[in-house]
């Protein structure tokens, strides 16, 4: 019923900075929790950061917190991470996701993108 759509990622240097989007469509986009997950090679899907469908304070992992910013624009179906300070240990696949209640856990989340690659050289 909802779909979900990631693009933005690319091929960075250290320190540099990059923002991601995710356009939500065929749902109600203001009655979910956003939140963005990221995977590196052979590890598991990691929780980034999570927005309520009313804004308000996000939560962020601590990997991140004062590097990368979630944000939505609900009149836009929009949500977005914006990503500064990028280390090598960023790259990874990140993935929006579209869930009911905002939580670090990913079997919480019911929507998902294809992901969108962000490679960070050293």
């Known amino acids: 019923q909802v779909q979900l759509v990631e693009s933005g990622g690319g091929l960075v240097q250290a320190g540099d900075s990059l923002r991601l989007s995710c356009a939500a469509s065929?749902?109600?986009?203001?009655?979910?929790?956003m939140a963005w997950f990221r995977q590196a090679p052979g590890k598991e899907r990691v929780f980034v950061a999570v927005?309520?469908?009313?804004?308000?304070?996000?939560i962020y992992a601590d990997s991140v917190k004062g590097r990368f910013t979630i944000s939505r624009d609900n009149a836009k179906n929009m949500v977005y991470l914006q990503m500064g300070s990028l280390k090598p240990e960023d790259t990874a696949v990140y993935y929006c996701a579209a869930g009911i209640d905002p939580t670090r856990v990913v079997r919480a989340y019911a929507y998902w993108g294809q992901g969108t690659q962000v490679t960070v050289s050293s």
């Open positions: 065929g749902g109600t986009f203001g009655n979910y929790v």
């Open positions: 927005i309520r469908y009313s804004g308000g304070t996000p």
